[in-house]
């Protein structure tokens, strides 16, 4: 082969080496872009998460303590009328008493 035969060939595989890597850099930005919004968008939906369950927490929180004072509301409404019938009952027993 002659020296310009072995040099075209050799420019060639140059330019095809050259469109692979032209190539090759293009799918990594794609790729890297891809994982970028992935990641943004994992970093979203683990702030909405965190911030729902928050409010879940809060809420359970507040049912909690309603159900606590509702509880305590019963237990003191019930001692009440069990002490106010047991008052009326002395009463009527002592009037009827012979």
Same mark, same amino acid.
């Given at each position: ?21 032209? !190539? #090759?850099?293009? /799918?990594?930005?794609?790729? @890297?872009?891809? =994982? ?7 970093? +979203? $939906? ?5 911030? !729902? #369950?928050?409010? /879940?927490?809060?809420?359970? @929180?507040?049912? =909690? ?7 305590? +509301? $019963? ?6 009328? #069990? ?16």
């Amino acid at each position: 082969m002659t020296n310009q035969l072995i040099f075209h060939l050799q420019h060639n595989k140059l330019r095809e080496y050259k469109g692979q890597v032209h !190539r #090759l850099n293009e /799918e990594l930005t794609r790729e @890297q872009d891809g =994982a970028n919004r992935n990641k943004a968008q994992h970093a +979203d $939906y683990s702030a909405r998460l965190h911030a !729902r #369950l928050k409010i /879940e927490k809060a809420e359970k @929180q507040s049912w =909690a303590e309603e159900k606590s004072k509702l509880q305590s +509301d $019963y237990e003191n409404a019930k001692a009440s009328f #069990l002490s106010s019938f047991l008052s009326r009952n002395e009463h009527s027993t002592n009037i009827y008493l012979p």
